[in-house]
Every structure is written in structure tokens, then in C-alpha cells.
């Protein structure tokens, strides 16, 4: 396609680091590669029972720093240097109605539409429920039950418009997927991970259940679908 559009794929961390470790990859740099690589990691939300002038308030445990069980590793100064672009992010869900005639969020829902060159298109299904403000207070805060430091946000999810509020609610909690723009990445062979560089966050999608019920883990059901292929 030339230097101007990057082939670029969808995916887990995990998926990244595997496809790293197989094809015996050493740097990524978008400068280079023309735009940054997108990847999805687990996170969680934790929703407060105070509405605030139409806005329900959510706590974001993100990434934390160190090496993670997917093979990627994230120092504490890359991650600090990325928490300001955590602010003004969306926060995307796409709901449905279940089998069971109960309502819930599902994945990272798109439409993929291939065009006569060749190139896809992608429609994205999912939509704005809910924001990271400026003032999401994103720092990096030690866990001592889990025993690692991770990214603590704050947002708001919106209380009209769609049943998103309601849905967290009643859930109490949810998992997310957080969307991350890598900048700069590099095969750490003496320890046998991935070292992400530089990045900045994009946005969360909450996830749910699927039509019959069925729990939607963390970088499953559209994390994983190519756009292209990661030929760089």
C-alpha cells in the first residue's frame, strides 16, 4: 500500500508478544511504521451507587507497570510518561439484549467491510457511553492484595442516552478492555519479554456477555480481528 497507510491488526498483547517471539522481531517504531500499533490489555471497572448531576462515577484499575503474565513489559517511567493521555478518552460499550430478555454489554463489536482495492473498512458497533475527563486523576497506585502497582482512573458514564449506567449498577463491577497506541516497542531477549516504550492510552471498551449468556473474557471476541496484516 506504500509508506503512507500502516498495516495494522487488532490485537491482544499477548498476540503481539507470541507473533514478536515467532518471527524473531527486534524494534517497532511508529515514526517508521508510519502510525502506531493498536493492542487491547484487561482492566476492570467499579461503579459507585452516587449519581453526579447526571454522570455515575467509575474507577478504572488499567495495566500495571512491570513484566505482565502476557510477556510484555511496561516501565513505571513509560507508563507515568503515558498516563496524561488518559484524559478526555472515551468510554465505548456496545448493548444488547440477551437471549434471557436481560441487558448487558458485549465486546469490541465492528463490521468489517472489504472494498474493491482490496482495503477493509471498519464500522464500528460500539458507542460513547461514558468519558475519562481531564480531571480523571490517572496515577499509578501500588495494589497490595495483587501486589503490583497499577493505573488508577477515574470517569463518568453517562446516565441517559443508553442503559449503560443501569447495566454497571447492577453488575457492580465489569471487565474492560483498555485500547493502547504503541509508539515504540523492542524484544527484551534476556528476559524474554516486550518491552513497550512509549504508547498512550485510546479509549475503554466495557465488556459483557454474548447473546446466550456466555462471559466475554478479556482479549477475546474482536480483539483479535486483522485489519491487515502486521507486515512491518
Known amino acids: 500500500k506504500g509508506g ?3 498495516w495494522k491488526k487488532l490485537l491482544t498483547l499477548d498476540d503481539l508478544a507470541e507473533f514478536c517471539k515467532k518471527n524473531k522481531f527486534s524494534h517497532f517504531s511508529a515514526n517508521e511504521a508510519g502510525g502506531p500499533l493498536i493492542v487491547h490489555t484487561p482492566a476492570q471497572f467499579e461503579a459507585t451507587d452516587v449519581s453526579k448531576n447526571g454522570l455515575l462515577p467509575v474507577k478504572l ?6 513484566l505482565n503474565r502476557n510477556k510484555s513489559k511496561i516501565s513505571e517511567e513509560s507508563m507515568a510518561a503515558a498516563l496524561p493521555s ?4 472515551p468510554i465505548l460499550g456496545y448493548i444488547h439484549r440477551l437471549d434471557d430478555g436481560t441487558w448487558d454489554f458485549y465486546a ?7 472494498k474493491e482495492d482490496g482495503d477493509v473498512n471498519v464500522n464500528y458497533l460500539e458507542v460513547p457511553v461514558g468519558i475519562i475527563p481531564e480531571s480523571c486523576n490517572a496515577q499509578i497506585v501500588y495494589d497490595d492484595l495483587k ?8 470517569g463518568y458514564i453517562f446516565e441517559e442516552y443508553t442503559k449503560a449506567a443501569d447495566i454497571l449498577r447492577a453488575k457492580g463491577t465489569a471487565k474492560v478492555s483498555v485500547e493502547l497506541a504503541i509508539e515504540d516497542m523492542s524484544w527484551n531477549s534476556d528476559e524474554d519479554c516486550l518491552n513497550i516504550n512509549s ?4 479509549g475503554v471498551t466495557i465488556l459483557g456477555r454474548d447473546d446466550e449468556g456466555t462471559i466475554i ?7 483479535n480481528i486483522t485489519l491487515g496484516s502486521f507486515s512491518q
Open 147 to 154: 501486589e503490583k502497582s497499577y493505573v488508577n482512573v477515574n
Open 199 to 202: 504508547f498512550y492510552f485510546m
Open 4 to 6: 503512507e497507510n500502516m
Open 86 to 89: 488518559f484524559s478526555n478518552r
Open 217 to 223: 473474557e478479556e482479549g477475546m471476541a474482536g480483539s
Open 108 to 114: 469490541h463489536n465492528m463490521e468489517l467491510e472489504e
Open 61 to 66: 484499575q488499567a495495566c500495571h507497570t512491570g
